[in-house]
């Protein structure tokens, strides 16, 4: 048993942070400090399980729910319920539960759904970036988590990358501002703040967790969980610099990347995940493993656990998140440690980071969700703010060809719209909503762009919509005033959004053709990354928008294009030509893309802008 409250340092909630870790890390045993390191599914959670292996911390895949569109006090009752398990055991660590959190809490039923990284890079507000993660750390408090996996600070470098859309651009100097996002989730620290140490400001934030250490972005052909191929100056400049802007605003957590770098992989990578990230960058919160990457360290992947085990520990990771095999993995970190394979200085290392985390983030004071907080998932306040990112998101890239097409007149006659992705609410929050890879339909509360369009026109004015446009529709072309096509990617995530082609899906480029052919049509691109272009798109339309992956609030789109708010994005990334030039940024040599990194026009311009 413990001993008396008034002798346990750790449970006084006035004792310095470093005083607790110390007291409660004494107290520890050696399966009690490995499960503090070990982190589970929420399939393979349990009462019975949390008590036992004295578990850690609890984890969300996304579509892994309580139950079908369970809202966000169902899953308070199913966080809260681990969470008493835990509060039970010997000592009473509290678990940390994440989720993944990456564009709003995009998992659970109703929430608001920000605009995915690559369009919030776009907008290059640093402030909105902040305000949407203070935003997302109240609807993830609400359903009872601790932790966002959030910011990605990739710079992609490839847009075949399946995960590009999770990057807010291809620069250091664009991502690094975007990681405002950790300030906005955990609140932001005061000048004061020691660099490096982990901060929460409060019942109302969030721990953070900046990935994927490093270089995920930069793999060769854009291959998820590849190889980045780089001298360690470029690593440093192109995929580090945005770590040291995310550890000096606190952030708690940092998650190692699947990928290698030449040739090694970062989940095994003593160099950089010690010497580099804790040592020079002086980071003293936890990093933790990504799904199953331990797995990834062996051919064919899970295959000789015990040695994965081992030389991931030993390189620096700290908290294990181990899905389903958690019992193999804590046999054999305690056989290591047994063994002296794994030095219990090592494990120690690991659990005071983990604790002193805790203890920043008041959990042991306020385990247990806030249900105060309930009202602020979906509401309006929020989805405004989601509504405005949306507007600042868009990249127009083409406007007419001798005057401007755009503002469109919202009291015309007639108009149509036509496309996969006009009234599809799932397609236009694209992957990591609801699910990992997405769904299509009306998955969530939101409004579609149909829905928009329909609740912003005159109401003399007259909406034909047809998901793909019949020959008798477009045979009556002269009959209306102009055409929207909004065409684009079905959503997906990692390496099942891989693509060497990145031609648009469902013929879009045909139907994009067919329609400009016959009538003054305005096309709204919805992707994760930039797409081929084909000549009759560019050539057979009036009008190009790049809406990325807005999310939940298709207003947002509206409000612009018919003139209501100017708009403002800038591409965060190159587009490229065609795919062969790829990779092709800013700095490649013999920089001919079809539109520059930093390229955006407004409603009076027809002729290129300058890049920024």
């Not at 993995?329 to 200085?345: K, P, Q, T, W």
């Not at 939101?446 to 369009?453: F, R, V």
């Not at 509206?558 to 062969?580: A, R």
């Given at each position: 048993m413990v001993d008396n409250e008034e002798s346990c340092v750790y449970k006084n909630r006035d004792a310095p942070v470093e005083a607790r870790v110390k007291d409660l890390l004494s107290r520890m045993t050696l399966p009690e400090k490995i499960g503090q390191?070990?982190?589970?599914?929420?399939?393979?959670?349990?009462?019975?399980?949390?008590?036992?292996?004295?578990?850690?911390?609890?984890?969300?895949?996304?579509?892994s729910?309580?139950?079908?569109?369970?809202?966000?006090s169902d899953w308070a009752d199913m966080i809260d319920g681990f969470q008493r398990s835990a509060l039970a055991s010997r000592l009473g660590i509290p678990i940390m539960y994440g989720i993944d959190a990456v564009h709003g809490n995009n998992n659970v039923y109703g929430a608001t759904v920000f605009p995915h990284n690559i369009g919030l890079g776009a907008t290059r507000d640093a402030d909105l970036v902040r305000r949407i993660g203070a935003a997302t750390a109240?609807?993830?408090?609400?359903?009872?988590?601790?932790?966002?996996?959030a910011p990605c600070v990739a710079a992609v470098r490839d847009p075949r990358w399946g995960r590009c859309y999770e990057s807010y651009g291809e620069v250091a100097n664009i991502v690094s501002e975007m990681t405002s996002l950790v300030s906005g989730l955990q609140g932001e620290p005061s000048k004061e703040h020691p660099n490096g140490y982990p901060f929460l400001g409060g019942r109302k934030n969030v721990v953070a967790c900046a990935k994927h250490f490093v270089g995920d972005g930069g793999t060769d052909k854009g291959i998820n969980e590849g190889n980045t191929i780089l001298l360690y100056e470029e690593l440093e400049r192109i995929h580090i610099a945005p770590y040291k802007k995310c550890i000096a605003q606190g952030v708690s957590t940092i998650m190692v990347s699947y990928s290698s770098w030449n040739g090694n992989k970062l989940h095994s990578h003593y160099f950089l995940v010690t010497e580099v990230l804790k040592q020079k960058l002086g980071f003293k919160g936890y990093v933790v493993s990504d799904w199953e990457g331990l797995d990834r360290l062996s051919v064919p992947p899970g295959s000789n656990y015990r040695n994965c085990v081992k030389i991931a520990i030993n390189a620096g990771i700290d908290m294990v998140m181990v899905p389903f095999r958690f019992e193999e993995f804590i046999h054999a970190l305690r056989d290591l440690v047994e063994s002296g394979e794994v030095l219990m200085a090592r494990i120690n290392d690991a659990v005071e980071r983990i604790l002193r985390v805790k203890f920043v983030a008041g959990l042991f004071e306020y385990p247990l969700t806030d249900r105060s907080l309930l009202p602020t998932v979906g509401c309006k306040e929020h989805r405004e703010l989601a509504r405005e990112a949306v507007r600042k998101s868009l990249v127009l890239l083409k406007n007419g060809k001798y005057a401007p097409f755009l503002p469109l007149d919202s009291n015309a006659e007639r108009i149509l719209?036509?496309?996969?992705?006009?009234?599809?609410?799932?397609?236009?929050?694209g992957g990591w909503t609801k699910t990992m890879y997405g769904q299509g339909g009306k998955i969530t509360i939101g409004t579609t762009l149909l829905?928009?369009?329909?609740?912003?026109?005159?109401?003399?004015?007259?909406?034909?919509?047809?998901?793909?446009?019949?020959?008798?529709?477009?045979?009556?072309?002269?009959?209306?005033?102009?055409?929207?096509?909004?065409?684009?990617?079905?959503?997906?995530?990692?390496?099942m959004g891989d693509n060497s082609e990145l031609v648009i899906p469902f013929n879009g480029s045909e139907i994009v053709a067919a329609v400009g052919e016959k009538i003054p049509t305005l096309v709204i691109l919805f992707s994760g990354r930039p797409m081929v272009l084909e000549p009759a798109?560019?050539?057979?339309?009036?009008?190009l928008v790049a809406a990325w992956l807005p999310g939940t609030e298709g207003q947002g789109i509206v409000d612009v294009i018919f003139g209501d708010y100017e708009f403002q994005g800038k591409l965060p990334v190159t587009w490229f030509k065609h795919v062969d030039q790829l990779p092709l940024n800013i700095e490649s040599n013999g920089y001919?893309?079809?539109f520059p990194l930093?390229?955006?026009?407004?409603?009076?311009?027809v002729v290129n802008s300058k890049p920024i």
């Amino acid at each position: 048993m413990v001993d008396n409250e008034e002798s346990c340092v750790y449970k006084n909630r006035d004792a310095p942070v470093e005083a607790r870790v110390k007291d409660l890390l004494s107290r520890m045993t050696l399966p009690e400090k490995i499960g503090q390191m070990t982190q589970i599914g929420r399939y393979v959670a349990s009462p019975a399980v949390i008590a036992d292996f004295f578990i850690g911390s609890v984890l969300n895949a996304a579509g892994s729910c309580p139950f079908e569109d369970a809202k966000s006090s169902d899953w308070a009752d199913m966080i809260d319920g681990f969470q008493r398990s835990a509060l039970a055991s010997r000592l009473g660590i509290p678990i940390m539960y994440g989720i993944d959190a990456v564009h709003g809490n995009n998992n659970v039923y109703g929430a608001t759904v920000f605009p995915h990284n690559i369009g919030l890079g776009a907008t290059r507000d640093a402030d909105l970036v902040r305000r949407i993660g203070a935003a997302t750390a109240l609807e993830v408090r609400a359903c009872g988590a601790h932790w966002a996996f959030a910011p990605c600070v990739a710079a992609v470098r490839d847009p075949r990358w399946g995960r590009c859309y999770e990057s807010y651009g291809e620069v250091a100097n664009i991502v690094s501002e975007m990681t405002s996002l950790v300030s906005g989730l955990q609140g932001e620290p005061s000048k004061e703040h020691p660099n490096g140490y982990p901060f929460l400001g409060g019942r109302k934030n969030v721990v953070a967790c900046a990935k994927h250490f490093v270089g995920d972005g930069g793999t060769d052909k854009g291959i998820n969980e590849g190889n980045t191929i780089l001298l360690y100056e470029e690593l440093e400049r192109i995929h580090i610099a945005p770590y040291k802007k995310c550890i000096a605003q606190g952030v708690s957590t940092i998650m190692v990347s699947y990928s290698s770098w030449n040739g090694n992989k970062l989940h095994s990578h003593y160099f950089l995940v010690t010497e580099v990230l804790k040592q020079k960058l002086g980071f003293k919160g936890y990093v933790v493993s990504d799904w199953e990457g331990l797995d990834r360290l062996s051919v064919p992947p899970g295959s000789n656990y015990r040695n994965c085990v081992k030389i991931a520990i030993n390189a620096g990771i700290d908290m294990v998140m181990v899905p389903f095999r958690f019992e193999e993995f804590i046999h054999a970190l305690r056989d290591l440690v047994e063994s002296g394979e794994v030095l219990m200085a090592r494990i120690n290392d690991a659990v005071e980071r983990i604790l002193r985390v805790k203890f920043v983030a008041g959990l042991f004071e306020y385990p247990l969700t806030d249900r105060s907080l309930l009202p602020t998932v979906g509401c309006k306040e929020h989805r405004e703010l989601a509504r405005e990112a949306v507007r600042k998101s868009l990249v127009l890239l083409k406007n007419g060809k001798y005057a401007p097409f755009l503002p469109l007149d919202s009291n015309a006659e007639r108009i149509l719209v036509v496309g996969t992705h006009a009234d599809d609410l799932g397609y236009q929050c694209g992957g990591w909503t609801k699910t990992m890879y997405g769904q299509g339909g009306k998955i969530t509360i939101g409004t579609t762009l149909l829905d928009a369009i329909k609740a912003t026109v005159g109401d003399k004015t007259e909406v034909i919509y047809e998901k793909t446009p019949s020959k008798e529709t477009l045979a009556c072309g002269k009959s209306f005033s102009y055409a929207i096509v909004a065409v684009g990617e079905s959503p997906y995530a990692e390496t099942m959004g891989d693509n060497s082609e990145l031609v648009i899906p469902f013929n879009g480029s045909e139907i994009v053709a067919a329609v400009g052919e016959k009538i003054p049509t305005l096309v709204i691109l919805f992707s994760g990354r930039p797409m081929v272009l084909e000549p009759a798109v560019l050539e057979k339309t009036e009008a190009l928008v790049a809406a990325w992956l807005p999310g939940t609030e298709g207003q947002g789109i509206v409000d612009v294009i018919f003139g209501d708010y100017e708009f403002q994005g800038k591409l965060p990334v190159t587009w490229f030509k065609h795919v062969d030039q790829l990779p092709l940024n800013i700095e490649s040599n013999g920089y001919f893309p079809l539109f520059p990194l930093g390229f955006g026009l407004n409603c009076d311009s027809v002729v290129n802008s300058k890049p920024i």
